[in-house]
């Protein structure tokens, strides 16, 4: 399997600085970071570190649903996975991120909304994202969708 590359450039402190961060395998795009707006309620063009872990996150449990509802013999016909990551104070110092919660709608042929769940669970633990981010609390809302 390949390495995927991506490179931010910063400038300046924490607090008054400015970075980009750029997507090099893929070369789609250079994004703007900062503190302030990445602790900001409103990003204002801005992403983060969290965003940029919720695309990668939400992208990778899809995929993995996706395997695991074929497998159990579904035929997915869609899935809408949202992920919200939270960032917050660390009781020890500093910044941590304080949970994911998964949030999944799906529309499969072939199973009920029992073996949706079950699906659901598997993919949320075999995941490899949620595998490299075991440090942190993640949960999960899956709903199959008539």
């Known amino acids: 399997m390949p390495t995927r590359t991506a490179r931010t ?23 703007d970071v900062s503190f302030p707006k990445r602790s900001s309620e409103t ?17 990778c449990y899809a995929m993995q649903l996706s395997a695991v509802l074929t497998a159990a013999g579904g035929t997915v016909e869609a899935l809408d996975v949202k992920a919200d990551v939270t960032l917050g104070a660390d009781p ?5 991120l304080t949970g994911i919660l998964l ?3 799906g529309e499969v042929t072939g199973i009920d909304s029992d073996a949706f769940l079950a699906a659901a669970t598997e993919a949320k633990s075999g995941c490899p994202l949620s595998k490299a981010l075991t ?3 993640i949960t999960l809302d899956a709903e199959l969708e008539a």
Not at 45 to 55: K, N, R
Not at 92 to 96: E, P, V
Request: proline share 2%; hydrophobic share 35%; aromatic share 8%.
């Open 135 to 137: 440090g942190v609390e």
């Open 92 to 96: 020890a110092g500093g910044f941590r």
């Open 9 to 31: 450039a910063w400038n300046g402190s924490l607090e008054t600085g400015e970075g980009q961060v750029e997507l090099t395998s893929s070369q789609i795009g250079t994004y």
């Open 43 to 59: 990003a204002n063009g801005f992403t983060s570190p969290e965003e940029l872990l919720a695309a990668a996150h939400s992208a």
């Open 103 to 105: 949030t999944v709608r």
